[in-house]
C-alpha cells in the first residue's frame, strides 16, 4: 500500500497538516474535499473499496461521502500504523476498525476527513465536521441542540457568537458520541451532555455528561477537546486517554 494513494476524480488534493491547536500522540489525520456527483461506482473497485449492500440503491451523494471517507481512513491508518486497510461497516453503520486500531470518520457539504490510531495511548477518538450555522438556523435548532445552561450562556453572546457557539456545541456533541459509543454501546443524544469549557484562544473544549450513561461514565463526568475553523467549516475532535477511568 503507497503512503499516498492517488485520489478518483471529482476529489482534490489530501490534506494531511494536524488542524487543531495540539497533536494527539500517535494519531494521524486525512481529509480531502470533494464532489460527490463525480464519483462513480467503478471508482469503489478502482480503490479497492467495496460498495457496502446498504448503499447499493444510495444516491450519489451519499456514495461519494462513503468513498471519500474510506479513502481517509485508509490514509489515515496506514500513516498512524504502516498498514493501510479499509473499515468495514456495521449493522448500525458506524466503522469497524481493523484489530489493534480506532478511528473516526466525518463528512460534510463535500468534504471528508478521519482520525487513526494504534490502540494504546487511546481507547476512544470522535471527530467532526460541520459547516457553521448561520444566525437564522441557530435561533431555529438551538433549542434542540443546547441544554438549559447551554442556551443561558448563549443567550448572553452576540449573533455571530452564538452562531458560532452552538455549531460548536452541535459538533463536539457529535464527536464525544462517536468517541464514547464505541466503548459502551449506549446512544445518547445532544441533552446528555452539555459543552462547559470554551476557550477560543486556545481552541480547548470540555465536556459533561448530564445523565448516568452506563457503570463508569456517569453524569458529571468530564471529557476533553478541541476545536478549529476553517474559512468554510469547523472541525472539533474528542479523544479519550486509556488512562481516563470512570
Known amino acids: ?49 467495496a460498495l457496502p449492500p446498504q448503499l447499493a440503491t444510495a444516491i450519489a451523494k451519499r456514495r461519494g461521502e462513503f468513498l ?5 481512513a485508509r490514509e489515515a491508518l496506514h500513516a498512524a500504523t504502516g498498514c493501510g486497510e479499509v473499515p468495514g461497516i456495521a449493522a ?33 477518538l470522535g471527530l467532526d465536521a460541520e459547516t457553521l450555522l448561520s444566525p437564522v438556523r441557530t435561533g431555529r435548532l438551538a433549542s434542540e441542540i443546547l441544554t438549559p445552561e447551554e442556551r443561558a450562556w448563549c443567550d448572553g453572546l452576540d449573533s455571530d457568537a452564538q452562531a458560532l457557539f452552538t455549531t460548536l456545541a452541535f459538533s463536539s456533541k457529535e464527536s464525544l458520541f462517536k468517541a464514547l459509543y464505541p ?22 473544549i470540555t465536556l459533561q455528561l448530564r445523565r448516568t450513561l452506563c457503570d463508569g461514565w456517569a453524569a458529571g463526568a468530564t471529557l476533553e477537546g478541541q476545536y478549529t475553523e476553517t474559512a468554510s467549516r469547523l472541525l472539533s475532535l474528542v479523544a479519550i486517554p486509556s488512562n481516563s477511568i470512570r
Open 183 to 204: 466503548l459502551i454501546g449506549v446512544r445518547f443524544y445532544f441533552q446528555d451532555a452539555a459543552l462547559v469549557e470554551w476557550r477560543p484562544a486556545t481552541g480547548h
Open 92 to 124: 448500525d453503520r458506524a466503522p469497524c476498525w481493523p484489530q489493534d486500531t480506532l478511528g473516526s470518520i466525518t463528512h460534510s457539504d463535500g468534504f471528508a476527513a478521519a482520525l487513526a490510531a494504534p490502540r494504546g495511548a487511546w481507547q476512544g
Open 68 to 72: 471519500a471517507g474510506r479513502l481517509c
Open 1 to 49: 500500500m503507497p503512503a499516498v494513494c492517488d485520489l478518483p476524480a471529482g476529489c482534490q488534493g489530501w490534506q494531511t497538516q494536524w488542524p487543531w491547536p495540539r497533536p494527539l500522540a500517535g494519531v494521524a489525520w486525512r481529509g480531502v474535499d470533494f464532489t460527490a456527483p463525480s464519483v462513480c461506482e467503478a471508482d469503489f473497485a478502482t480503490r479497492g473499496i
